[in-house]
Structures are given as C-alpha cells and as structure tokens.
C-alpha cells in the first residue's frame, strides 16, 4: 500500500481537483498520484529561492515563470514536491514529459494565489477538526472504561468496536495480552508473522505522515486470508510497552476505514499503555506476596496450621501436594544496576523451564540463593526422584546459559505436604552450601553426598565439636594449611599428585605435611589418621553450612 493511500485522511490531489474553484482544470501529468496528501501550497518564487524538501507541499505558478522550465521542474519533483498548480494555461514550450511522481494541473481560468491558498487551508483545517472529533470520541469512550476499571479484555473489545474490526494487544516481547473478534490460534498466528514486521526500523519515505509509531503492514493467516495490520506502538514516556493493532480482513482497506483505524490505534495506545502498566504492578504485588508466603513457607514461620492454609488458599497453592525444593546461587555479573530485579528475573526463568500443566512454580529469592518451590506429579518415590533430577539439570542449564558459567541446582528429597517443605528446604541448602564449597556443578541431589549427610545427625554433638577442635583448631591461624591438608586428602594422601595439583614442589609437599603432622599431633601419612581428619573436615564443613541457614531462618 503506498503512501499516498495511507494519508486519506488529509487533503489530496484529487480532493483539491473535486473543488468548485478548481472546475475545468485538467491534469496534464501524474494522473496516478492523485491521492498523494497536500498540506501547504507555496509560489513558486518562494520554493526556489529555499532549499527546504516539499513533503506534502503543491507548488503555485503563474504560466509566463516557467517558460523553459525543465529544470525547474525537476528540481521541484527531486525535493518531494506533490503538484505544481499552473493558474492558467500552461506555456506552449511546456516539457511533453514532466518529471515522474509530480502531479502537474493547468487551471482553466486564473484564480490567483491567495484563493487557492485559502481554499487549502479551510480544507485542511476542516479535516483536522474532524480527525480531532473522533480522536476525541475514541479516547473519551476508552477512558472511561479504564478509570471504570474495565480491564485490558474489555479495553480492547472496545477498541474492536471502534474500528468494526478484530484488534488485538501486544507486550513489548510480542506476546499477546489481550484480542477480540478472532479465534485464539489465529490471533497466534498472525502475532507470529507480524512481529518481525513491527521490529524493523522503517525508513523514512515510508512512515506515515506525524506518525513514526504508527505503521500499515500485510500479514496471512493459517487460511490463506491476507490481512491488513494497522499497529501502532505503545510509548510512555521513554518506556516502550508494546503495540495496539487493528486486522482488516483485506488486502488494501478503503482510504476512510484506513483513516480511521489510523486515529482507534493511536488513541489507543496510552489507554492500553495505562492498563498494562497497571496490571504490571497488580503483578508485582502479588508475586511479592506469594514470594513472602514461600518465604515463611520455607521457614516455618507460620503461627499455625490454620495461618499457612488460609494464606495458602489465598494464593491458589495446594498445601497438599507432593514438593520438591530447588535452590541456585542468585549472583549476578558485576556492574548491573539493579542486582535485586535481576535475581528475580532469574528466579522467573528458572520456574518456567520443563513446563507441565499438572505442575506448578513457586519463587522466591533469599539473599543470593534463588529457591523454587515445585509441586510433582508423580506418586512414588523413584519417579519423584527422576521428576526432580530432570528439573534441576533443565534448571541448572537455563541458569548456565543466562549467566555464561555453569552453576550448581541443589535439591532435597520430595515430601509430601506443604508443612514439610521448611526441612526439606534445610537439606537444598546444605547441599548447596557443600556444593559450593566442594565447587560441584549441575543437578546435586541432597541424598547423592551421602558422605556428608550420614553425618548431619551428628554434626552438632559434643564428640563432634571436639573432634574438630582438636583436629582443626591448630590449623585456624594458618588457612593455607587447612587448605593443603583437604588437597591432601582429596588426592587420596597421595604426595605426588598433590603436589601437581596444588604445583608445588615434592620437598615442599614433605616440609608441609611434616608441619601439619606436627601441629595437629597426628601422623597424616597413616591412613587411620588420614580419616579421622577427613572426618573432622566433613563434620566442620556441615556446622558452618547449617549455621548459615539458621542465620537466614532468623531473619524474619
């Protein structure tokens, strides 16, 4: 569709010719651009003597100012002028083949440059009261559903009413927030193909008058059927929204309907706006509310059975389910503006991975740990076991490749009921806490470091404490020795491999060990001291990670 069409709303060429001060006058060359838009009319004297372009702009002359004219001519067409008036008959020498695009018209009779001028411009105001009236009428009858508080549904069945047209709104990722007077599929189909459209830059020739966020384009649907789409995008202040569209079942809408979708769509778009930004905020609070409720869920901090279940209703979850508890470190790359909204971005995505429509996503982030509350499907053991595996490895995959390093997705065993997710909660994080300082990557199941958690009933004994203090105590003013003694260890007490590990040199490695043996009064060479101190490395290892997860369920 050109855009001489898609300017019908204003004066043209060709309303101008209808006008009575204009009877008799014949077109002498560019017959095919008679609905190109006019705004101004300006002599030829004054055109000339000015470089400005002539976007909308028919140039008036008198006959003797274009005896050999030729140049003048296409001069006037190079700078996008519309018409040249000639005010009488043209000159005998005229050129036989004016410049292609410039609509050129010989008046019978002259009418002098200040009628014609006049005549433009009652036109044209004329024109702009009535667009102004309708716009006016649209954007009241919007309006006053949106301070009624009708909703984006009923907005944009309103804006379908308007145009006598499905219409359909858009977020600013091309999903589709709300349509009217089309099947769902299609709506889908058509968002699908016209979203590559309304994401490409158009140049300038082909935006429409005063319009840069308004645009026609062509789009099929699943049936063959061509539609025409008029969209305009949603602009508040600096923030882009989205768009509000308006179908046309046809390929080339008439010049009036074409108008006025022009004027629904963008009287639409801060109504619509309005209400999507609303929404997002009626959004945001709720996803707080239910991100406190898995918070206290996953604490215990509720007063009673009673208090959890009347939240739980309230936010639609099912304290009766079977659980799984995930968590993932939440940190973010250094230098973002807003770390929190960030993590809870990420938190978003890592409850949309695996999707089931039996199962539902709870999150919430505490600190940097990013904790997702899932319901399960399955009904025994195994087959939760295998639920929970294949989440956390799609979990830690989205997370890897959203943050560019591979991260740990830490699990617990599944419980069933919401009053057992706070300890199922406890055993995600000391896994993570292990896995992080362990350094593992990927899915890790609470139940798979079977090493350290047979020893979490015993961590916090009296026999436990002094094992570690005896063992460890000597190496806490020095932490490069604790930290060669677990490479030790980890390398299976052997001096060698250590020592290409840690790339040190072998009589280092002998010094050291020889130190460690000294101050911990134990041989570490002799396996049966080899594990008692790895013993006492694990049984420390669980006391710092549990205390961090007490220090995070005290805060209220």
């Given at each position: 569709?050109?855009?001489?069409?898609?300017?019908?709303?204003?004066?043209?060429?060709?309303?101008?010719?209808?006008?009575?001060?204009?009877?008799g006058?014949?077109?002498?060359?560019?017959?095919?651009?008679?609905?190109?838009?006019?705004?101004w009319?300006?002599?030829?004297?004054e055109?000339?003597?000015?470089p400005?372009?002539?976007?909308?702009?028919?140039?008036?002359?008198?006959?003797e100012?274009?005896?050999?004219?030729?140049?003048?001519?296409?001069?006037?067409?190079?700078?996008?002028?519309?018409?040249?008036?000639?005010?009488?008959?043209a000159?005998a020498?005229?050129?036989?083949?004016?410049?292609?695009?410039?609509?050129?018209?010989?008046?019978?009779f002259?009418?002098?440059?200040?009628?014609?001028?006049?005549?433009?411009?009652?036109?044209?105001?004329?024109?702009?009261?009535?667009?102004?009236?309708?716009?006016?009428?649209?954007?009241?009858?919007?309006?006053?559903?949106?301070?009624?508080?009708?909703?984006?549904?009923?907005l944009?069945?309103?804006?379908?009413?308007?145009?006598?047209?499905?219409?359909?709104a858009?977020d600013?990722?091309?999903?589709?927030?709300?349509?009217?007077?089309?099947?769902?599929?299609?709506?889908t189909?058509?968002a699908?193909a016209?979203?590559?459209?309304?994401?490409?830059?158009?140049?300038a020739?082909?935006?429409?008058?005063?319009?840069?966020?308004?645009?026609?384009?062509?789009?099929?649907?699943?049936?063959?059927v061509?539609?025409?789409a008029?969209?305009?995008?949603?602009?508040?202040g600096?923030?882009?929204?989205?768009?509000?569209v308006?179908?046309?079942r046809?390929?080339?809408?008439?010049?009036?309907?074409?108008?006025?979708?022009?004027?629904?769509?963008?009287?639409?778009?801060?109504?619509i706006?309005?209400?999507?930004?609303?929404?997002?905020?009626?959004?945001?609070?709720?996803?707080r509310?239910?991100?406190?409720?898995?918070?206290?869920?996953?604490?215990g901090h509720?007063?009673?059975?009673?208090?959890?279940?009347?939240?739980?209703e309230?936010?639609d979850i099912?304290?009766?389910?079977?659980?799984?508890?995930?968590?993932?470190?939440?940190?973010?790359?250094?230098?973002?503006?807003?770390?929190?909204?960030?993590?809870?971005r990420?938190?978003?995505?890592?409850?949309n991975?695996?999707?089931?429509?039996?199962v539902?996503?709870?999150?919430t982030?505490?600190?940097d740990?990013?904790?997702?509350?899932?319901s399960?499907?399955?009904?025994?053991?195994?087959?939760?076991?295998?639920?929970?595996?294949?989440?956390?490895?799609?979990?830690?995959?989205?997370?890897?490749?959203?943050?560019?390093?591979?991260?740990?997705?830490?699990?617990?065993?599944?419980?069933?009921?919401?009053?057992?997710?706070?300890?199922?909660y406890?055993?995600?994080?000391?896994?993570?806490?292990?896995?992080?300082r362990?350094?593992?990557?990927g899915?890790?199941?609470?139940?798979?470091?079977?090493?350290?958690?047979?020893?979490?009933?015993?961590?916090?004994?009296e026999?436990?404490?002094?094992?570690?203090h005896?063992?460890?105590?000597?190496?806490?003013?020095?932490?490069?020795?604790?930290?060669?003694?677990?490479?030790?260890l980890?390398?299976?007490g052997?001096?060698?491999?250590t020592?290409?590990?840690?790339?040190?040199?072998?009589n280092?490695?002998?010094?050291?060990?020889?130190?460690?043996?000294?101050?911990?009064?134990?041989d570490?060479?002799?396996?049966d001291?080899q594990?008692?101190?790895?013993?006492?490395?694990?049984?420390d290892l669980?006391t710092?990670?549990q205390?961090?997860?007490?220090?995070?369920?005290?805060f209220?």
């Open positions: 569709m050109g855009s001489e069409q898609r300017s019908a709303d204003r004066m043209t060429v060709a309303g101008l010719l209808d006008e009575s001060l204009l009877s006058a014949r077109v002498i060359a560019g017959e095919d651009h008679l609905g190109r838009e006019l705004r009319l300006l002599p030829l004297s055109v000339m003597a000015r400005d372009p002539l976007d909308a702009v028919a140039v008036y002359a008198r006959p100012s274009l005896l050999g004219g030729a140049a003048t001519l296409g001069a006037l067409a190079a700078r996008g002028a519309r018409a040249l008036l000639i005010d009488g008959v000159p020498d005229f050129p036989p083949a004016p410049p292609a695009g410039l609509v050129v018209i010989e008046m019978a002259p009418v002098g440059f200040a009628a014609l001028n006049r005549l433009l411009a009652e036109r044209a105001l004329s024109q702009e009261v009535h667009v102004m009236r309708y716009a006016t009428h649209v954007h009241a009858s919007l309006a006053s559903l949106f301070h009624r508080g009708a909703g984006l549904q009923i944009i069945r309103e804006v379908s009413n308007l145009a006598r047209n499905p219409a359909i858009l600013a990722r091309g999903k589709v927030v709300g349509h009217n007077g089309l099947a769902a599929d299609v709506v189909a058509l699908e016209l979203i590559p459209k309304l994401t490409v830059d158009l140049p020739a082909a935006r429409l008058s005063a319009h840069h966020d308004t645009r026609v384009e062509h789009v099929t649907d699943p049936h063959g061509i539609w025409t008029i969209s305009t995008a949603i602009r508040l600096k923030e882009f929204e989205g768009w509000v308006v179908l046309v046809n390929a080339e809408p008439g010049a009036h309907d074409l108008a006025r979708h022009l004027v629904v769509t963008e009287q639409a778009t801060a109504i706006g309005s209400e999507m930004l609303r929404q997002h905020s009626v959004d945001e609070a709720e996803e509310a239910r991100g406190d409720f898995i918070q206290a869920l996953v604490h509720f007063s009673s059975a009673h208090e959890m279940r009347a939240r739980a309230y936010h099912d304290i009766d389910s079977r659980f799984g508890v995930f968590v993932a470190p939440g940190t973010v790359p250094r230098g973002v503006d807003n770390p929190t909204a960030s993590m809870v990420l938190a978003r995505y890592a409850a991975v695996a999707p089931d429509p039996a539902r996503s709870y999150v982030v505490l600190g740990v990013l904790v997702v509350v899932r399960l499907r399955a009904d025994t053991d195994t087959a939760m076991n295998h639920e929970m595996t294949r989440y956390a490895e799609a979990m830690a995959d989205e997370l890897g490749h959203r943050r560019g390093a591979a991260v740990a997705v830490c699990h617990s065993r599944p419980v069933s009921g919401a009053q057992a997710v706070s300890a199922s406890r055993e995600a994080r000391v896994a993570l806490g292990i896995a992080r362990l350094g593992l990557t899915a890790v199941a609470y139940q798979d470091l079977r090493s350290f958690t047979v020893l979490a009933e015993v961590a916090e004994t026999q436990s404490r002094a094992l570690v005896d063992i460890l105590g000597p190496l806490r003013a020095t932490p490069d020795l604790r930290d060669f003694l677990t490479g030790y980890a390398n299976g052997n001096v060698n491999a020592a290409r590990a840690l790339n040190v040199h072998r280092t490695m002998l010094a050291k060990l020889d130190r460690v043996s000294r101050d911990i009064g134990l570490i060479r002799l396996p001291n594990f008692t101190v790895w013993l006492a490395i694990r049984l669980l710092e990670v205390a961090a997860v007490d220090r995070e369920a005290s209220r």
